[in-house]
């Protein structure tokens, strides 16, 4: 089970911090990452980070602004968000990647937290 917190309504040009939580299982051999979906939009790529942390990916739109990272010993991934902006609300997913394919892509996640809002006002 993944429980994502940290969300929650933060001015433009704010700066928040998610964590995602595995719990009953470990999945530190597992690369993981994180997605969003904004209202009448499909969930999209946002960050990506190896088992290891040692190659990170990153969506354009936050490339610069956003980083992520883990800490397999606590079971725990974040994503740290700064110079945030209006188009970056969305409910923010984190996941569990099994499968062999792209980073980007939701299929190739098979474990999905239930989502935390995040609301950036202009």
């Known amino acids: 089970q993944l429980v994502e917190s940290g969300g929650g309504l933060v001015p433009a040009g704010g700066s928040l911090r998610l964590s995602c939580a595995a719990s009953g299982r470990t999945f530190s051999s597992r690369a993981m990452g994180w997605f969003r979906q904004a209202p009448g939009k499909e969930r999209e790529f946002v960050a990506a980070?190896?088992?290891?942390?040692?190659?990170?990916y990153y969506a354009d739109s936050v490339k610069g602004r956003f980083t992520i990272s883990r800490d397999n010993a606590r079971d725990t991934m974040y994503l740290q968000m700064n110079s945030l902006k209006p188009e970056d609300t969305a409910v923010y997913y984190c996941a569990v990647k099994t499968d062999l394919g792209s980073y980007y892509y939701t299929t190739q996640y098979r474990y999905w937290g239930q989502g935390t809002q995040v609301t950036v006002s202009s």
């Open positions: 980070i190896s088992w290891n942390s040692a190659n990170t």
